[in-house]
């Protein structure tokens, strides 16, 4: 693959953000692993399922663009990079890669192989989150810097290493020069180090830059020191940014358009100002109002989703936030085991006496129709306690979302039954100048909704 002049000029690209080329095309990305069952299961061939870390994602990239993947530990936004690098094992879905004829044109990179991609990988580079373990601590830094013109073949000319170096060194605020290039990364700062690590990536100069948490673990003195170092090297050598973080505080220092993330899916994509400044995802303003205020004067409501984030192996149905929710309504996928999660919620916030009285009345939760329906047993069948205790439950948190995915509630002779309505999954759809995956903004059912976008 060519790669692009080493002799780079400043760039003064005004065109707006909508009219620039497309580097990175992703349409319905998956990456899903399989999981080992045991030892039988596997001798009989039988499946044990799979972890949908990324379950059909789908974005654009355009020249000079930083785009921010947002979201929890767990969101499937680093698995999303490092798909795109080769380093994960894609299942289905389109990347199509175009940084130009200097690069080698445009190409879809699912049907590379390794010895291929390693020629893209001069045009794609990544900074890892650990600054500490990205350096190898046997080499000094000019060795490590330039480890890549060595791996990719670019030049055995030592003069011309030397320059290189030396430029790379310079760029990235490691001056003056000498006193760096034979430290070794045990005598540098974490700051030091990651300045270290985005000169070795742009060594290769390359188009496309993925930087998975690179400030995470800096301390908070550096991290906009970093930052802004990151943006003067956009400016200066056209690069395009993908950044992957769980910190919408530095995304919004960073980036120019917000992909939020949420257990394999992105529920929210759009500039980031609007998203910022008019949030449409519930899931996103639980993030936002999760930021922290550093005016210790000031009293901000936290109105965090409840919950932890579900098992990738087993998502929620419909709406994967939605047990998390609280303006959930009825299409967002209700099903046997919220049940579950309704009566865990109350017993850890009743007395001891409570717990205990109301845990025998229902024995244990049996699933008839996943999805469709759940029953609740009496433990002394025909004595109707497992209906009153859901009608006192109810009673005593009407507003609980649960409700309202339910259908109907009806007796039986060893319990009571709940069917729950249809689960939809939401697709994102344009509202304003964002798009979301979110019930809520489709005209289909907006009209059942009991909650606002903005509950």
């Not at 003064?12 to 580097?23: E, K």
């Given at each position: 693959m060519p790669t692009?002049?080493?002799?780079?000029?400043?760039?003064?690209?005004?065109?707006?953000?909508?009219?620039?080329?497309?580097?990175?095309?992703?349409?319905?990305?998956?990456?899903?692993?399989?999981?080992?069952?045991?030892?039988?299961?596997?001798?009989?061939?039988?499946?044990?399922?799979?972890?949908?870390?990324?379950?059909g994602v789908t974005f654009t990239l355009r020249k000079g663009e930083v785009l921010g993947l947002v979201g929890e530990s767990g969101s499937g936004k680093t698995t999303t990079a490092r798909a795109l690098l080769g380093l994960a094992p894609i299942t289905g879905g389109t990347v199509r890669f175009d940084a130009g004829p200097d690069y080698g044109g445009a190409m879809e990179l699912t049907t590379l192989r390794e010895p291929q991609f390693r020629a893209v990988r001069q045009a794609i580079q990544l900074v890892f989150q650990d600054p500490h373990a990205s350096l190898n601590p046997a080499m000094d830094l000019a060795t490590a810097v330039a480890h890549p013109l060595k791996i990719h073949?670019?030049?055995?000319?030592?003069?011309?290493?030397?320059?290189?170096?030396?430029?790379?060194?310079?760029?990235?605020g490691l001056a003056p020069?000498?006193?760096?290039?034979?430290?070794?990364?045990?005598?540098?700062?974490?700051?030091?180090k990651q300045r270290a690590v985005l000169a070795r990536a742009i060594m290769l100069n390359p188009a496309l830059l993925v930087a998975d948490e690179p400030v995470s673990m800096l301390d908070m003195?550096?991290?906009?020191?970093?930052?802004?170092?990151?943006?003067?090297?956009?400016?200066?050598?056209?690069?395009?940014?993908?950044y992957v973080t769980h910190d919408l505080a530095t995304a919004k220092f960073f980036c120019d358009t917000i992909a939020i993330m949420y257990l394999g899916r992105i529920v929210e994509i759009g500039p980031a100002a609007q998203i910022y400044a008019d949030p449409k995802h519930p899931y996103t303003r639980s993030l936002l109002a999760a930021i922290p205020e550093p005016d210790p004067s000031r009293a901000v409501p936290r109105n965090l989703p409840r919950g932890e984030v579900p098992d990738a192996a087993r998502p929620p149905l419909?709406?994967?936030?939605?047990?998390?929710?609280?303006?959930a309504f009825a299409p967002c996928g209700w099903e046997a085991r919220d049940v579950d999660a309704l009566l865990e919620q109350r017993w850890t916030a009743v007395v001891e006496g409570e717990y205990e009285r109301e845990r025998v009345v229902v024995g244990s939760l049996v699933e008839l129709e996943a999805g469709a329906a759940a029953r609740l047993p009496d433990a002394h069948a025909g004595s109707g306690a497992a209906a009153a205790l859901l009608a006192e439950i109810r009673r005593d948190e009407p507003d609980e979302p649960f409700w309202r995915g339910v259908r109907t509630v009806e007796p039986e002779p060893a319990g009571v039954r709940l069917d729950f309505n249809d689960a939809v999954d939401p697709a994102l759809r344009d509202v304003g100048p964002v798009r979301v995956a979110c019930h809520l903004h489709d005209p289909r059912f907006t009209p059942l909704a009991t909650g606002s976008p903005d509950a």
């Open positions: 692009k002049p080493d002799d780079l000029e400043v760039d003064s690209d005004l065109t707006p953000l909508d009219d620039r080329p497309v580097v990175l095309d992703v349409r319905d990305l998956r990456v899903h692993f399989a999981l080992r069952g045991g030892f039988f299961d596997r001798l009989l061939g039988r499946s044990s399922g799979s972890v949908k870390a990324v379950d073949k670019i030049t055995k000319d030592r003069a011309e290493i030397d320059r290189r170096v030396r430029a790379a060194f310079e760029r990235v020069v000498d006193q760096y290039l034979h430290k070794y990364p045990a005598d540098l700062s974490g700051g030091q003195s550096v991290r906009a020191k970093i930052l802004q170092l990151m943006l003067d090297l956009k400016r200066d050598l056209g690069l395009t940014y993908l419909g709406c994967a936030f939605h047990p998390r929710c609280p303006a």
